[in-house]
């Protein structure tokens, strides 16, 4: 398999930094033994803090899962920048840092796990089994960061959400803007508030949903106002089709 990261050492800094440029493995690591622990071993020889530059469309989510628990349980400090985008299996990434930043023209973007599958009827069944654990475990992560709800978090996820770095860091995806100085702050600070109730809650969650982009909405949105201005469709009810087709049978 091709290696899809690079450890490289900032002299400026001194500290290792880890490159994520493109997809995160575009083949499975689901069966294989070389490339995780290859992986494993590079990042077992870094000591101290690790910073990561993240830049990817997605790919494998074995690979994006293994390599989330590998930074979590790195000794030092990990702090994971976005400085393209993080898209898919590539969010899950971006996740496991101690301090998630973004750039401010960087994009995140989220949705349900997909995959191919062959079969009969059972073998679709246990695909869509999959798909649905996957999907579980993929919100764990989101979760931890950014405390959403749950069903917050799925719904966003069907709905493939695209958040600017401004939505993301509003969400919890991340947890500041990169370049972003004190005297001109890219998000101005927050003054101390009452911790609001769950209703609130929810009401906030809906407000910065819609400050995302999600395809499906938009989708949804263009039906609706196609469908409202269209003439109605003249057709045979249902029902006569219906006897219709019976009498053919004879």
């Not at 969010?91 to 995959?115: C, F, Q, R």
């Not at 929810?202 to 989708?219: P, R």
């Amino acid at each position: 398999m091709k290696k899809f990261w690079d450890f490289v050492k900032n002299e400026d800094t001194s500290e290792t930094e880890l490159l994520f440029n493109g997809p995160i493995s575009e083949d499975t690591w689901w069966g294989d033994e070389v490339t995780p622990a290859m992986f494993r071993d590079e990042l077992s020889k870094v000591s101290g803090n690790l910073t990561v530059w993240l830049n990817s469309p997605g790919g494998d989510v074995f690979a994006a899962s293994q390599i989330y628990s590998m930074l979590k349980n790195h000794k030092g400090k990990v702090t994971v920048k976005i400085d393209g985008i993080a898209a898919s299996a590539a969010s899950v990434v971006a996740m496991a840092g101690d301090e998630t930043l973004i750039a401010p023209t960087a994009m995140m973007m989220i949705h349900d796990p997909s995959t191919c599958a062959v079969g009969n009827k059972a073998d679709m069944e246990k695909a869509i089994t999959l798909l649905e654990e996957v999907k579980e475990s993929i919100i764990n992560a989101y979760e931890t960061k950014s405390h959403l709800s749950r069903n917050k978090i799925a719904k966003m996820m069907s709905d493939e959400t695209w958040l600017n770095a401004k939505k993301a860091h509003e969400m919890g995806f991340v947890d500041g803007i990169l370049f972003a100085d004190k005297k001109n702050p890219f998000i101005p600070e927050k003054e101390e508030e009452e911790e609001p109730d769950e209703e609130d809650e929810e009401k906030e969650e809906d407000s910065l949903t819609a400050m995302t982009y999600s395809k499906s909405k938009n989708m949804t949105a263009f039906l609706s106002k196609v469908s409202a201005t269209a003439e109605p469709i003249k057709g045979t009810p249902i029902d006569q089709l219906d006897k219709r087709l019976a009498l053919l049978k004879y």
